[in-house]
């Protein structure tokens, strides 16, 4: 998981300067799945700090806030998108990247 948020932000990083058709058929299934692998292991994350009993309460903690990402991220989107189309999906990249080095800086010490 700690590699695909890194991967992710760099991918959209690309995908928002890469204007062509074949570039975003190379780089939607590479998003995708990374983007995937990200949704399922925070998940698995979830499941096992979670205790047997808990884990119910624990997922839908999860999916309350990830509901609430899918639907504020639009929200600021359209708004940051005023001044440049490209604008949202470079700042999706750097905050992707930045939390994915913190994700690995973790993932090494513990």
Same mark, same amino acid.
């Given at each position: 998981m700690a590699w695909a948020l890194p !991967?992710?932000?760099v991918t !959209? *990083?690309? *995908? %928002?300067?890469?204007?062509?058709?074949?570039?975003?058929?190379? +780089?939607?299934p590479l998003?995708? +799945?990374?983007?995937a692998t990200c949704w399922v292991s925070s998940? #698995?994350?979830?499941?096992?700090? *979670?205790?047997k009993e808990n884990q119910g309460k624990a997922f839908g903690v999860l999916q309350s806030f990830m509901s609430l990402a899918l639907f504020i #991220?639009? !929200?600021i989107a359209g708004v940051i998108s005023v001044y440049?189309?490209?604008?949202?999906?470079?700042i999706g990249a750097v905050m992707l990247? %930045?939390?994915? !080095?913190? #994700?690995?800086?973790?993932?090494?010490?513990?």
């Open positions: !991967l992710v932000g !959209l *990083a690309i *995908a %928002a300067y890469y204007d062509t058709f074949m570039g975003w058929v190379v +780089l939607f998003l995708s +799945l990374c983007g998940m #698995a994350v979830v499941s096992n700090l *979670a205790g #991220a639009p !929200l440049s189309v490209e604008l949202p999906l470079f990247f %930045a939390i994915g !080095l913190f #994700a690995i800086r973790l993932y090494r010490r513990g």
